[in-house]
């Protein structure tokens, strides 16, 4: 891996842990009034995919979408100005944390519903196809969306078709409060499981950004070269609690010695060390990449602060499609 490319992994990993870190520090001013799914803890999968997908190539993802937004171009005024509803939010304040898009850099919407996107992932991936747009579709997912019967339809479909599509899984080990071992017979594996559909699957530590990153490049250049669909699923973990700002450790459904354990694999300082010690960035080179995203944050921030709410007659615009005339 070219130094470039490991500096912007990390640029991006602490990108996104200063902004959902900034986004849990405020979220008790009551200016965000909606839920918030954070993934402190997962930025590797999120910065490698970025760094691996093109401009012009399309993603969709779940709820807990803030890193995928922000790795795949999506403006950070425009999300923090939808968490508090503002008109300028990317989906002018009517839809908050969970239904983030960004046209304009590809990231084609997320949604509150486990495995909603899925299909439309797979949707965007047939006219790459037929066109031959040398473009592929990212469907960035969790564990809990290969439990749901849409996810098998849209697989087979897209293997079917040999469609360009990317099946990204950061498997965190649970469903809300639901491990694995409740939700799946003992032994059974996610990427085992979706291979059968005919697909070129691969499991590996989503802890460990460049892995993660060199992984995916030779998935995504075969998914390019027309070899179709491919299914990578990636070992993480969330710190925070479910949903929301603070920690849920004390509900019982984990153990601390768990949590710390995890904690000790955090992916950001382990690249940000790995980096130092190849003399690829300086102590003061990281310094400087938190002073400008510190500033940006910043400025989102105040960006979202000083935009108007949405006027009311806005809830009832583009709810339906028009007519055609």
Known sequence: MNPETSRRLLFDMLRIRSVEETIAARYGEQKMRCPTHLSVGQEAVSAAAGAVLRPTDLAVSGHRAHAHYLAKGGSLKAMIAEICGKVTGCARGKGGSMHLVDESVGFMGSTAIVGGT??????????????????????????????????????????????????????????????????QPPGRKLY???????????????????????????????????????????????????????????????????FEAWKLRDPVP????????????????????????????????????????????????????????
């Not at 460049?210 to 070269?225: D, F, H, N, W």
């Not at 179709?228 to 153990?255: K, V």
């Open 118 to 183: 899925v299909p439309v992932g797979v949707g965007l991936s047939y006219p790459m196809k037929l066109n031959q747009t040398g473009q592929i579709s990212c469907v960035f997912l969790g564990d809990a969306v290969p439990e749901t019967g849409v996810f098998f339809e849209s697989v087979n479909f897209a293997v079917v078709k040999q469609l360009p599509v990317l099946f990204l899984c950061e498997n965190n080990g649970y469903s809300v409060y639901s491990p694995l071992s409740v939700r």
């Open 192 to 258: 085992e499981l979706v291979a059968g559909f005919g697909l070129k699957t691969h499991h590996g530590d989503g802890n460990d950004a460049r892995a993660v990153y060199a992984a995916l490049s030779e998935g995504v250049a075969a998914i390019r070269a027309g070899e179709g669909p491919r299914f990578y699923e990636f070992e993480t973990y969330r710190w925070r609690e479910h949903c929301g700002p603070m920690y849920d450790n004390d509900l019982g459904y984990r153990t601390v010695a768990e």
């Open 270 to 325: 382990a690249l940000q060390r790995a980096l130092i010690t190849e003399a690829i960035v300086t102590a003061a080179d990281v310094a400087d990449m938190q002073a400008e995203i510190d500033a940006e944050i910043e400025e989102a921030f105040a960006f979202a602060e000083s935009s108007p709410f949405p006027p009311p007659e806005d809830a009832f615009t583009d709810v339906y499609a028009s007519a055609a005339g």
